[in-house]
């Protein structure tokens, strides 16, 4: 644990069961008494892509008593509406002080249940489950932009997987690859395309590859954030798990398999899971304290 202007912060890597694997997070369990100020300048010093900082719930929230939570996430560059990967490490870091079970976070995207299980081998998993989810057209002038930032060429992507934006608590444009080798090979233009991300009020770009009918590889590029790339997103697995259903790429009912991180060194596993009749998306998996510092 550290301290970080009077914050004690708690580093915590989510979407894999081991330190070295998935994208770390900071959370900060009791950020009572912390302005705007202080949270991002303990999210600079932190440098994670993401930190959550939790308070006591708004009126009215629900869940069980001392289980509900307002939760912010903080880049080092600016707050987000809603982070995944934050909201898994927050709920590990909970179920370990208090069990696990149901939470419920209130976010600036909406009100986000979690529920934490301890699986088979004692591993502590956490499912969020999405905002109300939207699907949104993007023009080929902005996919065109995209592109170049990323210097990609229009036949470098699969055309059975069309541009879209996806929202499931943060815009995400994704684009998919058309081959692996294609995704691997990231090396963007920082600059024009935090630029152009912000013009269109996108969190990250999600990349990906169609492994099969329910595997995926997604990158993230995030220099919105001051990021280069995320090594696992859950906001962005959420509204890929969207798109995928609004596409009929998948079943009502699906669970998809989301890998990220392997090209950075980090592999992470994201579950993704869709009900019929219900428009909300469920995203998983493991979360493993760091050591300070």
């Known amino acids: ?34 302005d705007d100020t202080a949270l991002l300048a303990i999210a600079a010093e932190v440098g994670y892509s993401e930190t959550a900082f939790l308070t006591s719930p708004p009126e009215g929230l629900g869940g069980e008593p001392g289980r509900a939570f307002t939760a912010r996430y903080f880049s080092p560059l600016a707050e987000v509406p809603f982070c995944g990967h934050a909201t898994v ?11 696990p079970g149901d939470l419920v976070f209130a976010t600036p995207a909406g009100t986000v249940p979690v529920t934490v299980t301890t699986d088979a081998s004692g591993t502590l998993r956490a499912t969020l489950t999405s905002v109300e989810p939207r699907i949104e057209p993007v023009s080929g002038e902005d996919v065109t932009e995209a592109l170049a930032s990323l210097g990609w060429d229009p036949a470098d992507l699969d055309p059975a997987l069309p541009p879209r934006i996806a929202f499931a608590g943060a ?123």
Do not use: K
């Open 89 to 99: 490490a927050a709920a590990v870091a909970l179920a370990e002080r208090i069990g």
């Open 171 to 293: 815009r995400h444009l994704v684009l998919a690859a058309a081959t692996r080798a294609r995704l691997a090979a990231l090396d963007y233009a920082f600059e024009p395309l935090a630029a152009f991300m912000r013009r269109l009020d996108l969190t990250t770009l999600q990349l990906v590859w169609r492994e099969s009918g329910s595997v995926f590889h997604v990158r993230d590029p995030f220099p919105v954030g001051g990021v280069v790339e995320d090594p696992a997103t859950g906001a962005a697995a959420a509204a890929f798990g969207a798109y995928a259903r609004e596409l009929g790429l998948v079943p009502d009912d699906a669970r998809l398999t989301l890998h990220q991180g392997d090209d950075l060194g980090r592999p992470g596993i994201l579950d993704v899971e869709l009900r019929a009749g219900d428009p909300r998306v469920r995203v998983g998996g493991a979360a493993a304290r760091l050591a300070a510092g």
């Open 1 to 34: 644990m550290e301290t970080f202007t009077g914050a004690e912060v708690l580093r915590y890597t989510a979407f894999s069961s081991h330190p070295s694997g998935g994208n770390p997070a900071g959370v900060v369990l009791d950020a009572a008494g912390l």
